[in-house]
């Protein structure tokens, strides 16, 4: 069965500092897909980032990276400088990369991790 | 150049009573999923369509819960007989692209 766990259900950081949100997965499957998600109080879920399970190079995007690492499952995202604005519930999800006829599948939700960002 | 819409965002219902949810998919968008997500928790699944057919319903908590999307486009999440457990926000996802789904705002529900 998959899995996500996201062990940190609240963090407070101050603006400008550097933050770290874990992911840890399980699955059973050699192809899977990873996503992080924020969900702000406006309460959309906005798309950060897909990686799949075949590409564990490291990526940045501005002040966002993220660090998979297959060995030891996990999807770990890094805000740095924060600011204000990054104040949400970020979300990390799964999804085995069966897609059902290649037009997508649901996905498995960690718990969230609320993100504060103190001016 | 609309995202997933829905309505309401914001729905009361005395318990017992039906309610119907709407949800309008990024144009084009061959997949909709529907998603219940508890308040403090994350997003989990009720039910699957590509285009009209509904190809797993398997999250559906109930069978006072229905959903359908007739025409391939527009879907409607249908809960019968509502409970106060059925409070929640429910999220509705389109996809093009086999694995990266974009979601609506939701619509709160508050059963009383």
């Known amino acids: 069965a998959q899995k996500v766990t996201q062990a940190q259900t609240e963090i407070s950081v101050v603006e400008k500092e550097d933050v770290t949100l874990d992911c840890v997965y ?19 879920l906005v798309f950060l980032i ?11 995007s501005g002040r966002y990276s993220w660090n998979f690492q297959k060995s030891t499952s996990s999807f770990n995202f890094t805000i740095t400088a924060s600011q204000v604005v990054d104040s949400a519930v970020y979300f990390c999800a799964l999804s085995d990369g069966i897609t059902r006829d290649n037009y997508g599948q649901n996905f498995v939700f960690g718990p969230g991790t609320r993100l504060s960002v103190l001016p | 150049g609309a995202g997933v819409s829905q309505s309401p965002r914001y ?3 005395k318990r017992g009573q039906d309610v ?4 309008d998919p990024i144009s084009g968008h061959v997949s909709l999923f529907w998603y219940q997500q508890a308040l403090g928790q994350g997003p989990e699944f009720l039910t699957y369509f590509q285009n009209e057919a509904q190809l797993d319903k398997s999250g559906l908590p109930s069978d006072r819960f229905f959903a359908e999307r007739p025409e391939g486009s527009v879907s409607t ?4 007989r509502t409970q106060q457990e059925d409070s929640a926000v429910y999220l509705c996802a389109s996809s093009l692209d086999p694995d990266t789904q974009y979601f609506g705002p939701g619509t709160r529900l508050t059963v009383l």
């Open chain 1, 26 to 44: 399980e699955t059973r499957d050699t192809t899977y897909y990873l996503f992080w998600y924020k969900q702000p109080p406006s309460g959309e």
């Open chain 1, 50 to 60: 897909r990686r799949n399970s075949f590409d564990e190079q490291n990526e940045i």
């Open chain 2, 20 to 23: 119907a949810l709407r949800c």
């Open chain 2, 11 to 13: 729905k009361v219902a």
């Open chain 2, 77 to 80: 999440l249908k809960i019968q």
